[in-house]
């Protein structure tokens, strides 16, 4: 089977090479979007590429002087644009038809050229040429990993334009060894990280959040009843105390088994095949849970584990070492990084809740584990509130969202 990778490398790109990637982009969009309102055409949407091609091609041959390669790819986007639209409709999900705006280009081996240190691409008007601006520090970045790998081999390319620089998000893919076939059938995989907690009882890397306030308030009212019993210490109060137990427990459960119910949908929703958590053993020393949190804590472990199943979704516990001292976003790890809710990296100032960041981390975590290894049916990327993000920290808008506003982080 091929293991795939992407490596985001920023583009040195003179400004008579910026304009003609500028015009060649809104060529790209725009012929994404012809093709796009092709597909929403009639009574059914054309997803089949072959049709929409023979439908198409003419048309955006005409119109634009972009490469037959960059219309074959816009028309591929549109198609699976329009794939993804028809999948949330046929799950009962409301979807729009979808238009590009997004800054962004896609290369494959005739539009574009991979140099040691530069690339060639392909525009509205010949070739342009730009360097790659690599980090200093070759060190552990996928860079040097992957893109300068001789075991990986470059596929091709996206450009984007963001916060006024030109990224390339060069593919790369090698061969791996798999064991079954089923292995075969593994891209787009992607995981759920949930980061669990006491004032949130679980927070998803899709950025929902369960608080714990029900929880908290069943558990004080139960301790504030059981020590008014106890107080009497009578037979009576025991035989009260464990009465008042076992009904209390009962709302605890029910409130886990809803909580559990949406988080499974919750990665159903998001096409995951894997939840991670972390790992729960020492859970009350880290998060200063009380034992009936850390009862919570393995009761939605385990309601979530067997209804996940049902639906071919594993659960798994990731190694929790600093998860909620990382910086999701660049790595650095430090204790003051967070305080209590918040979360703001010292380094380069990400910010956002605390326990979101956790999330993210206990997600790329579990990447990062069955990447390494021969991770036959490993997923590729994390979900998070809006696209995915994989193990290198490349950020992929989901397909449909494509030109919306927001951010991903
Ligand atoms: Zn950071």
Request: glycine share 6%; charged share 30%.
């Amino acid at each position: 089977m091929e293991k795939r990778r992407t490596v985001p490398v920023k583009l040195d790109v003179d400004s008579h090479s910026a304009a003609l990637l500028e015009d060649t982009v809104d060529e790209f969009l725009w012929a994404a979007n012809y093709v796009t309102r092709h597909a929403f055409e009639g009574d059914f949407v054309t997803t089949s590429k072959t049709t929409l091609h023979d439908d198409t091609y003419e048309d955006v041959r005409e119109e634009t002087p972009l490469h037959s390669n960059h219309v074959q790819a816009a028309r591929n986007k549109a198609a699976d644009a329009a794939k993804s639209v028809l999948a949330k409709w046929k799950r009962g999900k409301k979807a729009s038809m979808p238009y590009f705006t997004s800054p962004h280009l896609v290369y494959d081996h005739r539009t574009a050229t991979f140099h040691d240190d530069y690339v060639s691409l392909a525009t509205v008007d010949g070739r342009i040429e730009a360097d790659y601006v690599l980090p200093d520090e070759e060190r552990e970045t996928p860079h040097a990993e992957y893109f300068f790998s001789e075991e990986y081999e470059t596929t091709g390319a996206e450009l984007h334009y963001t916060n006024g620089n030109w990224m390339l998000h060069i593919h790369c893919k090698t061969d791996v060894e798999s064991d079954t076939p089923e292995q075969e059938t593994t891209e787009n995989r992607t995981v759920l990280g949930v980061d669990l907690g006491v004032t949130n009882l679980a927070v998803a890397s899709t950025g929902t959040f369960w608080t714990g306030e029900e929880f908290d308030h069943w558990r004080r009212e139960y301790e504030n009843r059981r020590g008014d019993l106890q107080e009497h210490g009578t037979r009576w109060a025991h035989e009260n105390i464990q009465s008042v137990g076992r009904k209390e427990e009962g709302r605890f459960k029910l409130t886990l088994h809803r909580i559990s119910n949406e988080l499974v949908a919750e990665a159903r929703e998001n096409e995951c095949s894997v939840i991670a958590f972390e790992d729960l053993t020492d859970i009350r020393e880290r998060t200063g849970a009380s034992w009936g949190h850390k009862w919570a804590f393995n009761r939605l472990y385990e309601y979530i584990e067997y209804k996940a199943e049902e639906y071919d979704i594993n659960v798994e516990q990731v190694d929790p070492e600093n998860t909620s001292r990382r910086c999701s976003e660049c790595g650095f790890t430090h204790p003051d990084n967070r305080e209590s809710e918040d979360f703001e990296c010292l380094k380069c100032g990400y910010e956002n809740h605390a326990d979101y960041n956790a999330a993210k981390n206990i997600g790329l975590r579990y990447l990062r584990r069955t990447q390494t290894g021969a991770g036959g049916g490993a997923p590729v990327g994390v979900r998070l509130n809006s696209g995915t993000v994989n193990a290198n920290g490349a950020y992929d808008p989901p397909a449909d969202s494509v030109g919306q506003s927001g951010s991903p982080r």
